[in-house]
């Protein structure tokens, strides 16, 4: 079996994982928290997002988040932007790469972003267009790419139809979400291949939520595609508030901890990694939720 030599992960942490907090997380230890990412060897992380405060409040501090990080060059920041609203905000914060996203399932598209999957092509087009017209970068997210917590079965199919409509209006890169981790890895293999006939591999990434446990045998699953492009979280933080009951996503440092095993280079350091997520969890008042870090934060101990 040949993996690839090296796996490029960007920390959704700020971002994904920080949008599901009960209390509200003060935008200074957001800041710190990417600040330890980065110096960890995170080479791209997703911040913020710019979508309606009254829908997401957690998110609401996206702009003084954005100004107050210290960027460190070979770093990419990236926000999530739903329609022209969003972008026009994000745009003053300089992101190198803005993120539609859309669903697999036209219920979940209604639940999360208010509009069916035809409408939230027609919000993102011009948003799109507007991104590389300015040089950003584009990412598109594919959410309950396997599974949808008010549909039920998700399959290939509507993976494919969303990821050719992505890449019809400009979307460069696609990344198949399973948001309410569901997916086993047959089934995340066939998500990933019906994207893949509209994306190439090095165009695709993969974002897995733990809930049942299965996130890293479908990282596994993945990289035996070839596919070597992952969001994580570090700490395991995470969850979508329209997706109830989905936990966090896959631990960055559990995917760092098997890819180093593997020999698969990562550039990032498990220890630095394992200091930022204990800092946010310490934070929060709760350990993180990641094996790797709880057996090393153990030996640490003694
Ligand atoms: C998409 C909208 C905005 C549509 O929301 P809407 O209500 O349909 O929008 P609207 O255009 O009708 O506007 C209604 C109000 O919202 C305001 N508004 C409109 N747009 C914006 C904006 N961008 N920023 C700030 N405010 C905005 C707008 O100005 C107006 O304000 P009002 O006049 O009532 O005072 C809404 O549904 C929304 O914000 N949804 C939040 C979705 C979200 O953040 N979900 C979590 C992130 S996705 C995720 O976690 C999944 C992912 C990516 O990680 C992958 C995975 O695991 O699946």
Aim: hydrophobic share 40%; aromatic share 6%.
């Amino acid at each position: 079996m040949k993996f690839p030599s090296k796996v490029k992960l960007v920390d959704v942490g700020p971002r994904d994982g920080l949008q599901n907090e009960k209390e509200p997380v003060p935008a200074a230890v957001k800041i710190e928290l990417v600040h330890r990412l980065q110096d960890a060897g995170l080479t791209e992380i997703e911040v913020t997002s710019f979508v309606s405060p009254k829908w997401v409040p957690q998110m609401a501090d996206n702009a003084e988040v954005m100004a107050g990080i210290r960027r460190k060059p070979g770093v990419r920041y990236s926000v999530l932007t739903p329609n022209m609203k969003g972008f026009e905000a994000a745009v003053a914060s300089k992101p190198d790469e803005i993120v539609v996203f859309g669903a697999a399932s036209e219920a979940f598209s209604q639940r999360n972003i208010n509009c069916s999957i035809a409408e939230s092509m027609e919000r993102f087009a011009p948003v799109v267009q507007a991104a590389r017209a300015q040089g950003i970068f584009v990412r598109g997210a594919i959410s309950v790419a396997v599974g949808c917590p008010y549909q039920g079965e998700v399959d290939p199919q509507g993976v494919e139809l969303v990821a050719r409509l992505m890449k019809e209006i400009g979307v460069q890169h696609c990344g198949v979400a399973d948001t309410i981790g569901v997916g086993t890895p047959r089934k995340v293999q066939a998500a990933m291949e019906a994207a893949l006939r509209h994306y190439a591999i090095d165009d695709l990434s993969g974002h897995f939520h733990d809930t049942y446990g299965q996130a890293l045998v479908n990282t596994m699953a993945c990289l035996e595609l070839g596919i070597w492009q992952y969001d994580s979280s570090v700490a395991g933080l995470g969850g979508c508030p329209y997706a109830k009951g989905a936990t966090g996503n896959v631990a960055t440092e559990d995917v760092v901890y098997m890819l180093r095993g593997m020999e698969i280079d990562t550039g990032i350091d498990l220890d630095k990694l394992i200091d930022a997520g204990k800092y946010i969890s310490d934070y929060l008042g709760r350990k993180p939720n990641s094996r790797a870090a709880t057996a090393i934060l153990n030996k640490r101990a003694g």
